[in-house]
């Protein structure tokens, strides 16, 4: 069974500092992506990465992939309190076996940042 | 910029009353899902429709069905509400990958909230 993990599932941190949320996955996938949600609103796309090595910026947030590992990463840079949020990363399932297009999602981190 | 629209943010019902969920889509997309979100419990899979007409079940299909007569709108329907449907109800939206899309990013409606007394 396909497995998407993350962590930490709660990451408290205080402005200005950096930290970083994993997500591993156990299947063969080059495809991984990461989502934003604020409290009570929807799913925002953040990152599609599309290959080993890949890796994507935008702004304080860094994602990077490394499909050898089944391992992906989402550095935070001198947090800010805007940056608060629920962070889910999601891997497409099967992809080279039939491409079902069908996403599986990691259980979320929530990301506090502190004054 | 890829719309996907809800017909509801906030939705209260009462037990075993039918209910639908509309959810339409601008760009186009072969794919459209379903999904319920609960604390603690991240996101699972109602249904999932590939094509107009097709349709999948997805982790939780128990108590719910769909329709997708039109290739932009996708229906969620619950048959009799129960309290336990209580939940937020995201669509979703990817292109497939027909046409030389090679991946899956999945673009999301706002949500609806449904409550069930």
């Known amino acids: 069974e396909l497995k998407v993990e993350q962590n930490p599932l709660f990451l408290s941190m205080q402005e200005g500092k950096n930290y970083t949320i994993y997500c591993n996955y156990s299947t063969t996938s080059d495809r991984l992506y990461w989502y934003r949600q604020d409290p009570g609103k929807s799913l925002e796309s953040l990152f599609v990465l599309l290959s080993n090595g890949a890796v994507k910026q935008e702004g304080r947030l860094m994602a990077s992939l490394d499909t050898k590992a089944r391992l992906s990463t989402l550095h935070i840079t001198a947090a800010v309190h805007d940056l608060s949020a629920t962070y889910f990363c999601?891997?497409?399932?099967?992809?080279?076996?039939?491409?079902?297009?069908?996403?599986?999602f990691g259980t979320g981190t929530l990301l506090a940042v502190q004054p | 910029d890829v719309k996907v629209t809800q017909s509801s943010r906030y939705l209260v019902k009462r037990t075993g009353e039918k209910v639908f969920l509309e959810c339409v889509q601008d760009?186009?997309?072969?794919?459209m899902f379903w999904y319920r979100q609960d604390p603690g419990l991240g996101l699972r899979l109602i249904y999932f429709?590939?094509?107009?007409?097709?349709?999948e079940k997805g982790d939780i299909p128990e108590g719910y069905s769909v329709s997708r007569e039109k290739k932009e709108r996708f229906s969620l329907i619950l048959e009799s509400a129960s309290t336990n449907q209580t939940s937020m109800y995201l669509c979703a939206s990817s292109p497939g990958l027909a046409g030389g899309i090679s991946y899956n990013e999945q673009f999301f409606g706002p949500g609806t909230r449904l409550t069930v007394l």
């Open positions: 999601a891997v497409d399932k099967d992809f080279y076996g039939g491409a079902t297009n069908k996403l599986i």
């Open positions: 760009m186009d997309h072969e794919n």
């Open positions: 429709s590939y094509d107009v007409k097709m349709k």
